[in-house]
């Protein structure tokens, strides 16, 4: 009877450990299924290949440059031709494009305008550039063709008196002043007078003049009494050194 016993327990033992043992090779099994299936899902993800992309056609900035030159190239009816400039019209005379150069010929500055408002001229060894709109608004512009430094736009300028010129514009209280300042760095020389001007001094109702040694600037201006709402002409000469 104890024998029987024994050979049971023996048995059982057997059966207990092969199901144990079953149960880790279904496990491990599965396990590397899984980490197979993650294998073969990171390895299946879409690669972008560029040969299948379209084209990209987003214009670039040299393009552009290059359309906008083709385009110039379409004026080659000469209008007025210097050593530091030169101006163009197409065939139909529906447009005008400039050219500015230093002395040494290398371009400075260019431009369009579409009618003929456009002329330069020399002063104080410095060239400028008169740009005029259809009614009174016009804007200047001057090189330094010596020293290849070009100015900004100014706005109906009064008058030029070698590297200085007079103009109006608004101070930091959005008020209308006079400025004197020098034309390619306002940081060598600026100053502003300030007088109750009325607004048409940036319509036309202002003309000023520089004295021959620059030292002083004449000027006619309108100034507003708005108390009594009148306009009174008057003529000043403001001290520039």
Known sequence: MKKWFAF???????IAMTACTAK???TSTTGSA???????TESTQPVTDSSTQPP???PRPQEESSKNYGYFD???VVCEEHQNYKLLTNADNT???YYVYNNAGELLDGGYHDYRGCSFEFKDGYLSYHNAGLTFTWHERYYDVENGR???FYYRPLDTHKNLVAYYGSNSNDKTVLIVSDMFDKQ???CEFARDFSLSVLTGGSTGSFSEDGKTLTVTYIVTDHENKTDTEVTETFQIH
């Open 56 to 58: 990209d056609k987003t």
């Open 188 to 190: 060598t020389y600026y």
């Open 95 to 97: 447009g005008y494009c």
């Open 34 to 40: 899984t980490d197979s299936t993650t294998a073969n």
């Open 150 to 152: 070009v100015s900004r």
């Open 24 to 26: 880790d090779k279904t």
């Open 8 to 14: 049971t327990m023996v048995i059982c033992l057997l």
């Open 74 to 76: 379409t004026f080659k």
